[in-house]
C-alpha cells in the first residue's frame, strides 16, 4: 500500500521537504528524502509534485552537460521504483511532507542518508543511477525499463 499522508497540509503548492519513508510492523526505513522549491520558478511545483513525479516515475533516464545523453536514471525513476520494490515487499510506503523550509532538506537526511541518498551530500547514491558512460544506453523502452527495475531491486534486497 502506498499512501500520500498529509497531502493537503498545508495547502499545496507548497514548497519545503517531504519524505518516503517503508513501513513494516514497528519498523520504519527511510527510503528518500526531497525537496521543493529552493529555486523560483513562475509557476511553482511544490512537495506533493514531486511526491507524485517520483511515484509515476514520469522521469527514466537524465542527462547531463558533462556526460554522455541518458547514460544514467534520473532521481524520479530511482525514487518510484523503490516505493514500488517495497510496497511489493509487504511494506507501507508513506509519503509525507516534513518541513516548509527546503533550505532544511541537508539537515533533514542524517548523516548516516537515507537507503537512497548518501548523508553528506544528499544526492542519489552513484550504485542506484546505473551510470553506463554509453549514449543512449538508457533511452525509455520497455526492454531497459525492465533491466533498470531488476537491478535496481536487487540493489535494495538487502535492506528487507
Given at each position: ?43 511553482p511545483k511544490g512537495t506533493l509534485y514531486r511526491g507524485i513525479c517520483e511515484l509515476q516515475r514520469d522521469c527514466f533516464s537524465s542527462n ?97
Amino acid at each position: 500500500m502506498i499512501t500520500f499522508e498529509n497531502p493537503n497540509m498545508p495547502q499545496q503548492p507548497q514548497k519545503g521537504v517531504y519524505a518516503w519513508y517503508a513501513k513494516k510492523g514497528n519498523e520504519v526505513k527511510t527510503i528518500y528524502i526531497g525537496a521543493a522549491g529552493k529555486k523560483h520558478t513562475v509557476l511553482p511545483k511544490g512537495t506533493l509534485y514531486r511526491g507524485i513525479c517520483e511515484l509515476q516515475r514520469d522521469c527514466f533516464s537524465s542527462n547531463s552537460d558533462s556526460s554522455p545523453r541518458y547514460d544514467r536514471l534520473d532521481t524520479n525513476f530511482i525514487v518510484g521504483t523503490a516505493v514500488l520494490f517495497f510496497s511489493q515487499n509487504g511494506y507501507e510506503c508513506i509519503w509525507k511532507h516534513i518541513s516548509d523550509d527546503p533550505q532544511r532538506e541537508r539537515e533533514l537526511v542524517t548523516p548516516k542518508g537515507t537507503i537512497l541518498q548518501d548523508g553528506n551530500t544528499t544526492n542519489i547514491k552513484p550504485v542506484f543511477k546505473l551510470i553506463k558512460g554509453t549514449k543512449d544506453y538508457w533511452k525509455l523502452s520497455d526492454s531497459r525499463v525492465r533491466e533498470a527495475e531488476n537491478a535496481i531491486y536487487q540493489l535494495l534486497a538487502k535492506y528487507i
